[in-house]
């Protein structure tokens, strides 16, 4: 790897650091899809190279956005367009990762109003176009914990259905799976039980309960 590109890597640590695999596991997306809209996206939001594309916390998080609009018919144009109207208006550059109270804008080219609501999760463009978010960013949101700016955006990522026992945060381990807390990684805790160790042994070697030691499990179980 170049030197520009280990210094433009190094720059991102405390931001997240994902590869296109990384984004498949945590989003549980289908990793084919992932790897062909991260290369729509790859001069706007991805760093490192062609071979190995990678991207931040807040990208990994717009990016379920982005994964859902594209699926529901919406161009890569398009989305862009969405992505910089709002981004615009909220003055930041990750509008898909802010807790957004409502916002209201439109794609002059293609006379599409968009809405964006968190209340209750819409996007919206009039005419031939109505598309309603609110079945997969409900669930997705009760996962995602805001920090306290004047525009919250996400701080951290909870992976498993109804448990907090595991969570992605930028600030540790570069940003992969760790048990809730303790900054040890959910890869670890699995690679042991993969090996032999029973739960109530790693338990003990780290200090740990039983339902965090399950949660890691359960977290590559859901990416296997």
Not at 5 to 33: C, F, M, T, W
Not at 164 to 184: C, H, N, S, W
């Amino acid at each position: 790897m170049a030197t520009k590109e280990i210094e433009n890597i190094q720059a991102k640590v405390g931001e997240g650091i994902y590869s296109k695999r990384d984004v498949a596991d945590i989003l549980h997306l289908p990793y084919h899809k992932v790897s062909r809209w991260m290369n729509d996206f790859w001069s706007d939001y991805t760093f490192g190279n062609a071979e190995n594309k990678l991207i931040n916390f807040k990208t990994l998080i717009e990016f379920y956005t982005f994964y859902h609009l594209r699926e529901n018919g919406f161009s890569s144009q398009h989305t862009k367009a969405i992505h910089a109207s709002i981004a615009k208006d909220l003055n930041t550059p990750y509008p898909f990762a802010t807790k957004i109270h409502f916002i209201n804008s439109e794609n002059l080219k293609s006379k599409k109003y968009v809405y964006y609501e968190v209340g209750d999760h819409i996007i919206k463009s009039d005419g031939k176009k109505q598309f309603d978010l609110k079945p997969f960013l409900i669930p997705f949101l009760n996962k995602i914990e805001f920090n306290n700016d004047e525009i919250p955006i996400v701080d951290k990522f909870y992976p498993l259905e109804n448990s907090k026992r595991i969570v992605v945060d930028p600030k540790l381990q570069f940003g992969k799976p760790t048990i809730t807390g303790t900054g040890i990684k959910a890869e670890v805790i699995n690679g042991f039980y993969e090996g032999g160790e029973s739960k109530e042994s790693i338990c003990k070697i780290y200090n740990l309960h039983i339902q965090q030691v399950e949660d890691a499990i359960l977290y590559f179980k859901q990416t296997a």
